[in-house]
């Protein structure tokens, strides 16, 4: 029984220890660690295995969003992106690379479990002049991707697709998150560049026959930068019109919902 009662000391203080030693103090990413909201558009012919080159571009934004320990983000930017596809029997597969930017405000905040009352000194922090301010961020963001679409049927459009997403990012907020971060209030996932792998998935359909009134798209992308617990996450519903026109509603993780509109132009 002694023996058990030492080993459940011995558990005790080294909980005690992680947690004083900030294993789990309240984390606040880059918001270049979001997901680019860059929308995969399919062929708008499912029987089409002809080559194709195509030029999209979009616009996005949002209002009082939240993101780790952020809130009331209020973000907007863009994105460019260049895909081709391949022809004849491998037309299912396609590479593609983008570019954007976006910027915005945001608020510090505690939006996390492990933001809970014990971290006493962030909480105070927040309870300051300098935590209820307002902070500025941009950011800029490239991806690099592969990937495969499917037509099982008319109607069906399923795909996925992989590759690496890079950001280099700046403002009042990267100036305060890392001065926090070593002050030991909170811990800094990234600093104001970074590069990680993602993956992308999406499930969607053509609307009438061979799609002439559009498709429906809804995709769900992860950024794998960090622990399992620190990925970021995104998803999007797009309705695409067969003239290239698009647009639809994001979640993401950092960033919270936001509209998004674009124009894809196919060569």
Not at 122 to 137: C, P, Q, T, V
Not at 150 to 174: E, S, T
Not at 194 to 206: D, E, H, I, K, Q
Not at 219 to 224: A, G, H, T
Request: aromatic share 14%; glycine share 14%.
């Amino acid at each position: 029984m002694n023996k058990f009662k030492s080993l459940a000391v011995l558990t005790a203080s080294l909980c005690a220890s992680l947690t004083l030693n900030g294993c789990f103090m309240p984390r606040a990413h880059s918001m270049g660690a979001s997901l680019m909201n860059v929308a995969h558009q399919p062929r708008v012919s499912g029987d089409s295995t002809n080559a194709e080159i195509s030029l999209g571009v979009n616009a996005f934004g949002g209002f009082a969003g939240e993101g780790a320990n952020v809130d009331n983000v209020k973000s907007g930017g863009g994105n460019v992106s260049f895909t081709y596809r391949m022809g004849g029997l491998v037309s299912p597969i396609f590479a593609s690379a983008s570019l954007g930017a976006f910027g915005g405000q945001l608020e510090f905040a505690c939006t996390e479990s492990r933001c809970s009352d014990s971290e006493l000194k962030y909480k105070e922090w927040l309870n300051s002049e300098a935590g209820k301010d307002g902070y500025s961020f941009w950011d800029v963001q490239e991806r690099l991707l592969v990937g495969a679409d499917f037509n099982p049927g008319k109607y069906v459009i399923v795909g996925f697709a992989g590759g690496v997403q890079l950001f280099q990012g700046g403002g009042d907020y990267d100036d305060m998150r890392a001065d926090l971060d070593e002050m030991g209030y909170i811990r800094s996932l990234e600093g104001r560049a970074a590069a990680a792998p993602f993956t992308s998935f999406w499930l969607g359909s053509r609307i009438g026959h061979d799609g002439k009134w559009g498709s429906v798209v809804a995709e769900f992308d992860m950024l794998y930068k960090n622990s399992i617990e620190d990925w970021t996450s995104a998803m999007m519903l797009n309705y695409f019109h067969t003239s290239g026109f698009y647009g639809g509603v994001i979640w993401n993780s950092q960033l919270g919902y936001e509209l998004n509109v674009g124009k894809t132009f196919v060569f």
